[in-house]
């Protein structure tokens, strides 16, 4: 069902998007801007209904990556801060300074349970103010017991219907909805998600003296400074462009293909069309792409096939970006086994998916020629250490840089030692789990050197030339013996 109503709802967001960058009057940008909201909305409303149907079909499954609670917690208040501003409220946040730096957890659910949490504050907030503190109740064996409380000055809540409030499609009052809007989700989805953790929502509430939700859960402490670097979106860099890239588009819904040759005509790319798999593997074999954006479910042929055939049959590391209406941690990790290069997740805005194709265009080398010049001389001038960590130090402060720093030191040298063992073993597997992991680490601290060597590392565990892996893995550990002695002086 996901795939069914995704698909035509990312035609109608991108289609009024291209509509909203024509010529138009006023009266029709604001019904462009209608839309928009509408659509928006709609999809809201979508991604709450898939994730109760989830929670309580036991499908969602919790991850367990090392997350930073501090970077989570900056981009919920970051998300919300325009919507309270809006409405003229404070958003204030208070963070206990001894949480520990980074555990291991769920970072999109933390996220979506604060989201919800703060969302419904601002949304029955007219005036004053909404509150997110987070403290440290205890540590124990390595386990830290978290406490976030989101308090407001809102319309408060009646004792009776307070039962009832986590319920599904449940509001305090039946006015609520047709003043305040909203399905009556956002509470039950974030309740369900802190049971899967083991703890509960609690609620203290007095009609018109505003409301104070809290909950607790225990999460294990991270020795690693990895943070969850699953195939996200990534910021346009003002070097990558489209222009006159050769993009293999395969598609077999036909507004989802208009829609994305649009987008990267707009930009710059040759733009060539197959309706499936199986016609992707002719147009492959008969012209020289620089990336495929390819969807997963098609007839004849669908994209994980396509994708095997190329790698093991034509022997290609041509790069492939999956895209897919179904969004899910699972499909996003089989793609990458399968041997793609990317995710995207339907509906997609252009920003979007020009980001993701753009990056795999960032200074790349073309020859084996440019790899062996390149192997040894790094650019160390592009990662400025001091000129980073002293940025990072005036943001987060000088304790949490040497803390970062100590897990670094730590933890890096024994990376460089099993990605040597890894490279005399021949062991692509290994080599592309520490490189997709250091690649987390390193952009984590700004290190985008590092970074684009790790990710570079990532992306050619499929070449048939081991060679070429060889020599990109031996690059990134260059750079990162010399990150090391660079630190510590």
């Given at each position: 069902?996901?795939?069914?109503?995704?698909?035509?709802?990312?035609?109608?967001?991108?289609?009024?998007?291209?509509?909203?960058?024509?010529?138009?009057?006023?009266?029709?940008?604001?019904?462009?801007?209608i839309v928009r909201i509408a659509s928006q909305n709609l999809m809201v409303i979508l991604n709450d209904i898939l994730d109760v149907s989830k929670l309580e079909s036991g499908q969602l499954v919790l991850e367990n990556q090392p997350i930073c609670i501090k970077e989570i917690i900056?981009?919920?208040i970051n998300l919300q801060s325009q919507k309270a501003k809006n409405k003229g409220l404070k958003l204030l946040l208070s963070i206990d300074q001894d949480i520990p730096l980074n555990v291991i957890g769920d970072s999109t659910r933390i996220s979506q349970v604060l989201i919800n949490?703060?969302?419904?504050?601002?949304?029955?907030?007219?005036?004053?103010?909404?509150?997110?503190?987070?403290?440290?109740?205890?540590?124990?064996?390595?386990?830290?017991?978290?406490?976030?409380?989101?308090?407001?000055?809102?319309?408060?809540?009646?004792?009776?219907?307070?039962?009832?409030?986590?319920?599904?499609?449940?509001?305090?009052?039946?006015?609520?909805?047709?003043?305040?809007?909203?399905?009556?989700?956002?509470?039950?989805?974030?309740?369900?998600?802190?049971?899967?953790?083991?703890?509960?929502?609690?609620?203290?509430?007095?009609?018109?003296?505003?409301?104070?939700?809290?909950?607790?859960?225990?999460?294990?402490?991270?020795?690693?400074?990895?943070?969850?670097?699953?195939?996200?979106?990534?910021?346009?860099?003002?070097?990558?462009?489209?222009?006159?890239?050769?993009?293999?588009v395969v598609e077999d819904n036909e507004l989802n293909k208009m829609l994305a040759s649009s987008y990267l005509k707009k930009n710059g790319a040759i733009v060539d069309l197959a309706d499936n798999g199986a016609i992707a593997l002719e147009k492959v074999k008969q012209k020289n792409?620089?990336?495929?954006?390819?969807?997963?479910?098609?007839?004849?042929?669908?994209?994980?096939?396509?994708?095997?055939?190329?790698?093991?049959?034509?022997?290609?590391?041509?790069?492939?970006?999956?895209?897919?209406?179904?969004?899910?941690?699972?499909?996003?990790?089989?793609?990458?086994?399968?041997?793609?290069?990317?995710?995207?997740?339907?509906?997609?805005?252009?920003?979007?998916?020009?980001?993701?194709?753009?990056?795999?265009?960032?200074?790349?080398?073309?020859?084996?020629?440019?790899?062996?010049?390149?192997?040894?001389?790094?650019?160390?001038?592009?990662?400025?250490?001091?000129?980073?960590?002293?940025?990072?130090?005036?943001?987060?402060?000088?304790?949490?840089?040497?803390?970062?720093?100590?897990?670094?030191?730590?933890?890096?040298?024994?990376?460089?030692?099993?990605?040597?063992?890894?490279?005399?073993?021949?062991?692509?597997?290994?080599?592309?789990?520490?490189?997709?992991?250091?690649?987390?680490?390193?952009?984590?601290?700004?290190?985008?050197?590092?970074?684009?060597?790790?990710?570079?590392?990532?992306?050619?565990?499929?070449?048939?030339?081991?060679?070429?892996?060889?020599?990109?893995?031996?690059?990134?550990?260059?750079?990162?013996?010399?990150?090391?002695?660079?630190?510590?002086?």
């Amino acid at each position: 069902m996901s795939h069914e109503i995704r698909t035509p709802l990312n035609a109608i967001i991108g289609f009024n998007d291209l509509l909203k960058h024509s010529l138009l009057n006023q009266e029709q940008e604001k019904h462009v801007d209608i839309v928009r909201i509408a659509s928006q909305n709609l999809m809201v409303i979508l991604n709450d209904i898939l994730d109760v149907s989830k929670l309580e079909s036991g499908q969602l499954v919790l991850e367990n990556q090392p997350i930073c609670i501090k970077e989570i917690i900056d981009n919920v208040i970051n998300l919300q801060s325009q919507k309270a501003k809006n409405k003229g409220l404070k958003l204030l946040l208070s963070i206990d300074q001894d949480i520990p730096l980074n555990v291991i957890g769920d970072s999109t659910r933390i996220s979506q349970v604060l989201i919800n949490l703060i969302d419904n504050a601002i949304k029955f907030t007219t005036e004053g103010y909404v509150e997110l503190k987070v403290i440290e109740l205890a540590r124990k064996n390595g386990i830290s017991l978290l406490r976030f409380n989101i308090k407001d000055t809102g319309i408060g809540i009646d004792k009776e219907k307070q039962k009832m409030i986590f319920d599904r499609f449940s509001q305090a009052e039946s006015s609520t909805t047709r003043i305040f809007g909203g399905t009556g989700l956002g509470l039950n989805i974030a309740k369900m998600i802190v049971e899967m953790y083991g703890g509960k929502i609690e609620l203290q509430s007095e009609l018109g003296k505003g409301a104070e939700f809290y909950f607790e859960i225990s999460l294990p402490i991270s020795n690693s400074i990895e943070v969850s670097s699953t195939l996200e979106t990534k910021t346009v860099n003002s070097n990558a462009s489209l222009a006159g890239k050769s993009i293999l588009v395969v598609e077999d819904n036909e507004l989802n293909k208009m829609l994305a040759s649009s987008y990267l005509k707009k930009n710059g790319a040759i733009v060539d069309l197959a309706d499936n798999g199986a016609i992707a593997l002719e147009k492959v074999k008969q012209k020289n792409y620089d990336i495929i954006l390819m969807d997963l479910q098609m007839p004849v042929m669908d994209g994980y096939t396509a994708t095997k055939i190329i790698r093991q049959e034509l022997k290609s590391e041509l790069p492939i970006v999956a895209c897919s209406a179904h969004s899910s941690t699972v499909e996003n990790d089989n793609c990458i086994k399968m041997g793609m290069n990317g995710y995207i997740s339907k509906p997609y805005s252009e920003n979007t998916l020009i980001s993701v194709l753009s990056s795999f265009f960032i200074e790349k080398s073309n020859t084996k020629k440019e790899l062996i010049n390149s192997k040894i001389t790094i650019n160390f001038d592009q990662d400025d250490f001091n000129k980073i960590l002293g940025n990072i130090a005036i943001e987060h402060g000088k304790e949490f840089v040497e803390m970062m720093l100590e897990v670094y030191l730590r933890r890096i040298p024994q990376d460089i030692i099993e990605m040597e063992q890894a490279l005399k073993n021949q062991d692509r597997e290994v080599i592309r789990s520490k490189a997709h992991l250091l690649a987390g680490s390193l952009s984590s601290l700004n290190f985008e050197v590092g970074t684009k060597l790790a990710k570079n590392v990532e992306n050619s565990v499929f070449s048939k030339d081991f060679e070429t892996i060889n020599l990109k893995t031996i690059s990134l550990i260059d750079y990162l013996k010399k990150s090391i002695k660079e630190i510590k002086q």
